[in-house]
């Protein structure tokens, strides 16, 4: 049976970026989404929700997170979902779902934020997706091209 563990969000975050660093030196980043649905109902009304998502980003993308963001900036995310489980002080056992972020898009342009989006050169890991920038692309001119 095929399966599929893929998320989608944008949101504002809801509080600062909190890095912290894993014994053996990885960064891990832990940021909060909040993303908001409006609809009308039956009557015409207008009526809104908000989700509130964990979400986490390892390595590079957690230190460039980490640096460019602050609470109630734009964000969007991909990634999967990911089950914690662990037990409480009182012994009750707890769950809670987060996003482990695989990829994101800042999406404040630079005079939004006065923050610049992290380019592919500015990450150490090749295998981490890139950190996309919101502007429109810019016309490549022949001397751009390696080869």
Known sequence: MPNLNRVMLMGNLTRDPELRYTPNNTAVTSVSLAANRRW???????????????????????????????????????????????????????????VVVENFQFLESRGDSGARPAAASDRSEASEPAATNSEPHHAVDDQDIPF
């Open 40 to 98: 009308r109902n039956q009557q015409g009304e207008t009526q809104e929700e908000t989700t509130f998502v964990d979400c986490e980003a390892w390595g590079r993308q957690a230190e460039v997170i980490n640096e460019y963001m602050r609470k109630g900036r734009p964000l969007y995310v991909e990634g999967r979902l990911r089950l914690d489980q662990w037990q409480d002080r009182d012994g009750n056992k707890r769950s809670k779902l987060k």
